[in-house]
């Protein structure tokens, strides 16, 4: 199957800083990718959709200031978790479209912590 | 909006036995597909399904696509220990070029029977 690289794979932070997630599509292009937040126990929560070359689609209830989603080319796309919290703690998951329909292959993900 | 139905919650197995698990819905999905998470992993697609119907099997794993678009089942055969893990469902409703978002199911939990 495809391979989707999240980067890092845990970050700790403090309070008020900023910290991207890259996600990289790393043996084929990805037009679109999906970001996903897991909280412990949890199923995925779709947070946006990211479009190469235009603006992301955020979910209902997602902060499109606080989580700036940049899809910059085919192979990367990046997430930053502007003026972080203690409360944006959590497992970040992206996802990247693969050739068969409604196929997604997930990167591996991201545990921040906002310390 | 569309939910799915995933079951059970969790689960114990006992190296050997086989395992089943499934997923129902009230919309139909045109696509079904079942994931593996390991703790602090990103999920791995281990059966894509598209059509209604459709029996598919990877190694010791088996899943249907259901005859009605609603609804899915995962087999596990003889289980293993690192059969364990978080297995997600997830019903797709894009066709071809338009591969929509996934919906997901709440997870079933697998772990070894003490």
């Known amino acids: 199957g495809a391979v989707v690289s999240q980067h890092p794979s845990r970050v700790i932070c403090k309070s008020g800083t900023s910290v991207k997630i890259e996600c990289r599509s790393l043996?084929?292009?990805?037009?679109?990718m999906f970001w996903y937040r897991q909280f412990p126990k949890k199923s995925l929560m779709l947070m946006a959709t990211?479009?190469?070359?235009?603006?992301?689609?955020?979910e209902q209830g997602v902060e499109k200031d606080k989580f700036l989603i940049n899809h910059a080319s085919l192979t990367l796309s990046t997430l930053t978790v502007t003026s972080a919290h203690p409360e944006d703690s959590s497992f970040y998951i992206c996802?990247?479209?693969?050739?068969?329909?409604?196929?997604?292959?997930f990167g591996e993900g991201s545990r921040l912590t906002v310390l | 909006g569309q939910q799915l139905n995933q079951s059970p919650q969790s689960m114990f197995i006992q190296e050997g036995e086989d395992v089943s698990m499934n997923c129902t819905s009230s919309?139909?999905?045109?696509?079904w597909l079942w994931y593996k998470q390991d703790p602090g992993e990103g999920p791995v697609l281990l059966i894509a399904?598209?059509?209604?119907?459709e029996l598919t099997s990877n190694g010791r794993l088996t899943a249907q696509f259901g005859i009605t678009r609603k609804d899915s089942f995962l087999n596990i055969s003889a289980s293993i220990p690192s059969d364990v893990g978080i297995y997600f469902c997830?019903?797709?409703?894009?066709?071809?070029?338009?591969?929509?978002?996934?919906?997901f199911g709440k997870g079933t939990k697998l772990s070894v029977k003490p």
């Open positions: 996802s990247a479209r693969g050739s068969g329909p409604g196929e997604l292959f």
């Open positions: 043996d084929f292009q990805a037009t679109t």
């Open positions: 990211s479009n190469e070359g235009s603006k992301a689609t955020y």
């Open positions: 919309s139909i999905f045109n696509t």
């Open positions: 399904l598209y059509k209604a119907g």
């Open positions: 997830a019903g797709g409703v894009g066709r071809g070029g338009s591969q929509g978002n996934l919906i």
